[in-house]
């Protein structure tokens, strides 16, 4: 791992844990990076959904995946995160990715939320199959606030540990309010 913004933290990460012929959410589609990332880990066999509620992110991420060839195993669809549940059945997706914030060089004032970002945080984990895995790299401070990076801690302290192993990381010397990569795994 030669870079370690929370990205690529996160990605080195799934790269043991997402195999070829899964199916992934990528919950908050972007520009398409985490969207790519996983197309390639699940191979032809495999399926990824990725979700954005900005038609020029869900253009941008379909519009990478067709330059990268990718578009026969991936695709970005116009709809919250809150609403991933209507596109997959419980205990059928082996990975969900978020990163929590706005969109990098988009608009500011379009960012997550946190009851939206809970509500698609319970769904997922309906969604996830057994030994399934979900990743989110919550930032805070700036435009973005506090307000939801504490309440998903809040919500995440509290799953049952018999159900989940929630798995929390940070940047402890770094300054301003660095992202926080969180990995939680679906036991039963």
């Known amino acids: 791992m030669k870079n370690y913004q929370i990205t690529e ?32 880990l699940v191979g032809s066999r495999g399926r990824v959904l990725a979700f954005d509620i900005q038609q020029s992110a869900v253009d941008a991420t379909n519009e990478r995946l067709f330059a990268e060839g990718l578009s026969d195993i991936g695709t970005a669809i116009l709809e919250s995160h809150a ?9 059928t997706v082996d990975c969900i990715m978020f990163n929590f914030g706005y969109l990098p060089g988009g608009d500011h004032s379009l960012c997550t939320h946190a009851d939206t970002s809970i509500a698609a945080i319970r769904d997922g984990l309906s969604l996830l199959k057994k030994q399934g895995m979900m990743s989110l790299c919550i930032y805070s401070g700036g435009d973005t606030g506090f307000e939801e990076r504490d309440a998903i801690l809040d919500y995440l302290k509290q799953l049952d540990p018999t ?17 926080i990569p969180v990995f939680i795994l679906r036991l039963h």
Request: proline share 7%; net charge negative; with cysteine.
């Open 163 to 179: 159900q989940y192993m929630v798995l929390l990381s940070c940047y402890y010397n770094r300054p301003n309010n660095p992202p």
């Open 9 to 40: 933290f996160c990605h080195h990460f799934l790269e043991q844990h997402v195999h070829p012929g899964d199916f992934c959410i990528d919950a908050t589609a972007g520009k398409g990076n985490d969207t790519a990332f996983l197309c390639q």
């Open 83 to 91: 609403n991933m549940h209507l596109y997959a059945e419980a205990e």
